[in-house]
């Protein structure tokens, strides 16, 4: 029997509430009209907010990576280095960007679903005097797992020539993360993770210390030109036409953080990612992370149990995506999301389906209902 009704529950693409589909929909503007340029400047404002920075923030028309690979060849010039941290997937993303435009990445490997110790970065400092940049994820989402990044923040008020730079992608609007006050020099998150519109947009935070950079270095790119794209969206402009849908359809979700209050929606994934842990740990199963994030949880499969079955049952037999484990951890984790537009029904259903897939699979030390039992006693008493 096929499933009638299709359900995400991956940790990006998240679902898109109605009010942003309708914001989409809505008749292209000309990219370069007042209308369109009252609405950007909005958004741009309203992600201050977010990021709550005083710096610069510019909406770049690319998947998060893109950002990512802005920050790499605006703001390090070749043959520079910088201290990049691997715990995950997304680690491995900025050492490739790294290597990719010529910047020298000092690794810290650090064990997947673990987190980064700060000794160990205060360690390539010291012994690496030219570092011009930290690279880090501030939620690694391969894994779940947390970084310490306001720690880094503070060790690095000790190094006025290295750059902060934080990929927030599954952090910003997941948590409330004062990017000035944590010593963020570039702070970088996407559309389609919890700021709950479609995939296709960029953000990035640039501080004082992150624009004088970019005055000291000669951009390698000429689609992600950071100086052009500041001066430009200043005023409310963009270098070459924006995702201008996109940017309506955020520039709307946005609207429904402020309502909601950043507070607020913080409190909210806290309690589903407190209630998620719950539910699995009700299964006698474990979490992959000794620092799990609030954004998506990272389970370890049973043993004998391949975590892409568990992925595969729930999408065909009930429609419902989840995420398995990327590389080595492929088969061995599987991730339920609950970021974004997400409550607590959303979770109670993951929770079933991955109790109806254990159940198909042979793992039975479990009463149907447990997971949902416990994560519902959780979050009501948070
Ligand atoms: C999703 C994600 C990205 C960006 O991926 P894109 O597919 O380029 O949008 C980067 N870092 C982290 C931590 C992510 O979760």
Known sequence: MKPIKQRLLTPGPTVVPERVLEALGKSTLYHRSPKFKEIF?????????????EGEVLILTSSGTGAMEAAVTNLFNPGDSAVVVVGGKFGERWKELCETFGVKPIVIEVEWGKSVRLEDIEEALKANSDVKGVLVQICE??????????????????????????????A????????????????????????????????????????????????RSY?????????????????????????????????MIEEEGLENVAKRHERLAQA?????????????????ANGVTAVLSPKGINGQDIVKIAR???????????EHLKGKIFRLSHMGYVDIFDILTGLEVVE??????????????DSVSAAMETYQNL
């Open 41 to 53: 400047l909005e958004a741009r404002k309203r992600l201050k907010k977010l990021f709550r920075t």
């Open 141 to 170: 989402t391969s894994t779940g797992t947390i970084h310490d990044v306001k720690g880094i923040g503070d060790l690095l008020k000790n190094y006025p020539d290295v750059l902060l730079i934080a990929d927030g992608i599954t």
């Open 172 to 219: 910003y609007g997941v948590y409330d993360i004062p990017t000035d006050e944590w010593g963020i020099d570039v702070g970088i998150t996407g559309s389609q993770k919890a700021l709950m519109t479609p995939p296709g947009l960029a953000i990035i935070s640039l501080n004082e210390k992150a624009q004088k950079r970019l005055l000291e270095v000669e951009t």
């Open 223 to 255: 689609y992600f030109d950071l100086k052009k794209e500041l001066k430009k969206q200043q005023s409310g402009q963009t270098a070459y036409t924006a995702g201008v849908n996109l940017v309506v359809a955020l520039n709307e979700a946005l609207k």
């Open 276 to 292: 998620t842990r719950a539910g699995v740990r009700a299964l006698g199963l474990e979490l992959l992370s000794e620092n799990p």
């Open 316 to 326: 065909e037999k009930y429609g419902i995506t989840i995420a398995g484990g990327q």
């Open 356 to 369: 109806f897939a254990l159940y198909e699979l042979g793992y039975r030390n479990f009463k149907f209902g």
